[in-house]
């Protein structure tokens, strides 16, 4: 058994936090410096930071306990209806919220006012449900059917390697605009 396996064994959330923890790091990693191309003499380190924090300490339990939610309360008269309502309840519920508690906590932690926040979210928050809704159906009907309960986050980490380095940029990009008068 390997490592990992033993590790989601014996203590499951702790060790998807801190894969979820790594995996938001490495996004805003890949965000500053194959999307924005920082370069590294001008890495933000703290914002790295904010991003590997909130990974460990809202994603990964938030995600964890929704999983095992929907796994163990879901049910209906079919296996495919099974599918479709966790599915739908995952997108539909769960995504929107997580979406604008993503921002609201970055804006939190990037020391933002209540009205930063709301023009955060007013500028980030649309383009991030629209594009998590290009991807994330069709990851979590896999995932969801395929992939037992334990490894589940570890599968939605992995694409999300490529989504929290988006969604990095997309709370950078919001960011600047609070500086900038909107026009």
């Known amino acids: 058994?390997?490592?990992?396996?033993?590790?989601?064994?014996?203590?499951?959330?702790?060790?998807?936090?801190?894969?979820?923890?790594?995996?938001?790091?490495?996004g805003d990693v890949i965000a500053q410096q194959a999307v924005e191309q920082k370069g590294w003499d001008r890495h933000d380190t703290t914002r790295t930071v904010r991003m590997t924090g909130f990974g460990g300490c809202a994603a990964g339990p938030l995600l964890s306990n929704w999983y095992r939610f929907l796994e163990l309360n879901i049910r209906r008269s079919t296996p495919l209806r099974t599918l479709a309502a966790r599915v739908g309840?995952?997108?539909?519920?769960?995504?929107?919220?997580?979406?604008?508690?993503?921002?609201?906590?970055?804006?939190?932690?990037?020391?933002?006012?209540?009205?930063?926040?709301?023009?955060?979210?007013?500028?980030?928050?649309?383009?991030?449900?629209?594009?998590?809704?290009?991807?994330?159906?069709?990851?979590?009907?896999?995932?969801?059917?395929?992939?037992?309960?334990?490894?589940?986050?570890?599968?939605?980490?992995?694409?999300?390697?490529?989504?929290?380095s988006y969604l990095s940029w997309v709370n950078q990009r919001s960011s600047t605009l609070i500086k900038q008068p909107l026009e």
């Open 1 to 26: 058994m390997s490592f990992y396996t033993r590790a989601l064994l014996k203590y499951p959330i702790l060790t998807q936090s801190i894969t979820t923890a790594g995996l938001f790091g490495a």
């Open 89 to 164: 309840l995952d997108q539909l519920v769960f995504a929107p919220c997580f979406i604008a508690f993503f921002f609201a906590a970055q804006g939190t932690l990037e020391g933002k006012t209540v009205n930063e926040i709301k023009v955060k979210l007013e500028h980030g928050y649309s383009s991030a449900l629209f594009n998590n809704y290009k991807l994330w159906p069709a990851v979590q009907f896999a995932n969801f059917y395929f992939v037992p309960l334990q490894h589940r986050l570890l599968v939605t980490n992995i694409v999300a390697l490529g989504w929290n």
